[in-house]
């Protein structure tokens, strides 16, 4: 008999949503560093509001994905 989930899926699905949750919380903190630091007037800061513009911009991504991902999985 061949089962779908066996131990090796459970193991991945696990490391899936802990990198879910790792991602999460990097957007989290590029967000908040972003908004201390846009209201600074140096050019080290602006220089590290537009790195973390670069960085925020995939972790958004991500997180749509992981939203879209668990409201189809709520659906079905």
Do not use: C, N, W
């Not at 061949?2 to 999460?24: E, M, Q, V, Y």
């Not at 220089?47 to 749509?64: D, Q």
């Not at 994905?65 to 409201?71: C, D, H, N």
């Amino acid at each position: 008999m061949i089962t779908l989930f066996t131990p090796t899926t459970a193991a991945a699905i696990a490391a899936a949503a802990s990198l879910g949750l790792i991602g999460t919380l990097l957007l989290i903190t590029m967000l908040i560093q972003q908004v201390l630091f846009e209201g600074v007037e140096d050019a080290r800061a602006r220089r590290l509001v537009e790195s973390a513009t670069v960085v925020i911009a995939p972790l958004i991504f991500m997180f749509a994905l992981i939203v879209f991902y668990k409201i189809s999985d709520l659906l079905h």
